[in-house]
């Protein structure tokens, strides 16, 4: 875990050593002695020269590498620090290397011909948090994922691995294992608390007298949607009553016509056999004739005799006939007292049967139509809810996508809502001046969604936004432009040029913001326009707003100069 490169290191410092009584060199070639040299004939090279264990000659390329592996079971997570060291061009060359995946030496190290094979192989390994020859930033980054909030940690590990005696004790436990503490810092901090606090309670304040206004409204939308159910409930039964009464007429007028083709078939059946009888009777009375010629008075009992049974069968049938002819009124036919009407009757009853089936077929797709109508509807009131309930746990009206955004950006880059605003939660239209504000919403609309961003935070925003795409919730594409606002802002005079009718009198700015003075030098910059009259607004050649939104803006005032109109009403900004 500790490094060679570090101020601090005292690792080459045996007991009662001197600072420099070994070097990172030394360790590297991996010096165990010096071979004296009894018959020198100097002091110095009687000394010997040092023997090494590597690198003793130039096609030596031994790597050393330590390598520790740290496993936490309960969290099923891996730490591997890795510090490898290596001569090239008789310079000591390292690379520190931190992996969130368990690594070991003979599969990761093994066969490394120089040290750009070395470097390549180890950018080609997954879930490196960190590869290069900064002890700092290899520091900073292994403390991280140990949890270590402070350095002296580090510092007392190298004190304890190389130090073999201590001096002085109370010296040794000040500098090595006691922070340093600044009072006046941290006065100055409980103070800016305490004006953050105060300012949270004047804003849950205003948000409470805001949450009573509007207890209310949401009475009023619980009965309009109360409201809105009935009335749609009773719209539905107006639809479905004729399609429903149609179907039910088309019943009857089945079950009838099925009716009368019986009664025909059966009338069909009986005028057969009335035929059949009326030949009979012919024959009869033929038969008859003959035998009143042959026979005398005795047969002419007999028929008058059969006269009244075929009187009673002709009563029979008339009584048959009144309840067909009944029959044939319901339907809107003609008496059938000829043959001829009969069939034609039979006809129009088989008309009116494919007329029924026209009739039901456009109500089953009149009804379809208003079925689809009806989904539309309730799909609609959906959408109103959703956004009705996202008005009522918000504080402005910034789009809610955008709003999905932010929160996305903040809660990766761990970053504190009120730290980057919008722009229009910060500003709005005096109070005196509402009749201006549907105009002046929509001259700043582009503007009030736009993201504040302090210098602080500026490269993490920045980075983030340029690698990763945005979506909202429904993963659609956004358009998130931002504005950085570097510390200690300092605005130019500009209040020479500003104009009393000038929208930016206007507007008012939340006090107190990190942002105030930025957006007070912005708006003089860009929203400079003199909110003037219809008429005066057609003669004067200045940047300039009429109450009804049309604008002009432009450093040239030429025919060519920007001018939009898009009404009074607040509902179409």
Known sequence: MFDCSTPKNHIYKAAGAENKERTLTSYVRGEYKNAKNEYSDTVEKRKGKAVCLRYNDESDTTFSVILAN??????????????????????????LVISTKALRIKETFENIEDGKTLKQRIKNLSRIEYVGDNFSAYCQNFRHLFGMNSDKAIDLFYQTVSMKSVSSLTSFVREQMLEQTDIKTQIEELKRRFNDLSRAYDAVKEVREQRDKLFPLVDLNEKYNNYTQQIAEIENILSAIPSYFASKKITLLEEEIKSCEAKLNQLENQLSQINIDLENKGNAKNQIEQDILNNGGTRLKEIA?????????KTTKNEKYKIYANRLSLCGLPIANTDRTFYSNLKSAQEQIEALKEVQNKNSEKLGEKTADLRIARESIEKIKIELQSLKSRKNQIPLSLLDVRQQLIEDLKINENEIPFVGELIKVKDEEKRWEGALERLLHGFGISLLVPEKYYKQVSG???????????????????????QNFKRKNQDTGIALD??????????????????????EKHFNLRCVSMEEFQVIRQDAITIEGQYKKGKKHTPKMIVRNYGTEQNSF
Do not use: C, M
């Open 464 to 486: 983030y936004i340029n690698t990763k795409k945005l979506f909202n919730k429904n993963q659609g594409g956004i358009k998130l432009d931002y504005f950085p606002v570097f």
């Open 502 to 523: 000038s929208a930016v009198n206007k507007i008012e700015i939340k006090e107190n913001s990190y942002f105030e003075y930025w957006l007070q030098a912005d708006l």
């Open 70 to 95: 740290f496993s936490n079971v309960g969290y099923s997570s891996n730490v591997t620090l890795v510090q490898v060291f290596w001569i090239e061009n008789e310079k000591v060359q390292k690379l």
């Open 305 to 313: 005799n059969e006269i009244k049974q075929r009187e009673t069968a």
